[in-house]
């Protein structure tokens, strides 16, 4: 079976408000700062996984594969102003945001990845899966000859 669930490492016990219910009622931040969207289709032969990244250039977006783990990770940093009268408006967004994903199934080797109109767009290949396993009789060597005891069943 293949799995393409996101990982999650945490070093604190699970909390109620960690449930999906409470999450979007106390999370205030915009998409960058919780993450990015991500889909992810089986294709028969290949997962497809798309990322909205939008406003990033190509060269601020980092992938890498360790330990099974998928990771994006972007760096952002831009800024607008807007001067009106006395009045000076600036708005700064920038930081360092990733999403990192378990990779069962996937033949890491062969990953590839397109960035275009602000979708990164990963194709990963699946691993041949490995054949089902089937009760076998293992024989009992005699101590004294090193050869199957024909007594023992």
Known sequence: ???????????????????RFFRSFFDMSDGFRSGFQVDVRDEGDKYVMEAELPGLK????????????????????????????NYLYCERRSGRFQRSFTLDGVNQDNITAK???????????????????????????????????????
């Open 1 to 19: 079976m293949f799995n393409m669930i996101p990982y999650r490492k945490s070093s604190r016990a699970p909390s109620l408000f960690d449930d």
């Open 58 to 85: 190509q060269e601020d977006i980092e992938l890498t594969v360790d330990n099974d783990v998928l990771t994006i990770s972007a760096q952002r940093g831009n800024e607008r102003r807007e001067e009106k009268e």
């Open 115 to 153: 960035y275009e109109d602000g979708i990164l767009t990963l194709q990963l290949p699946k691993s041949a899966p490995e054949p089902a396993r089937t009760q076998r009789k293992i024989n009992i060597q005699s101590v004294h000859t090193g050869q199957p005891d024909s007594t023992v069943k």
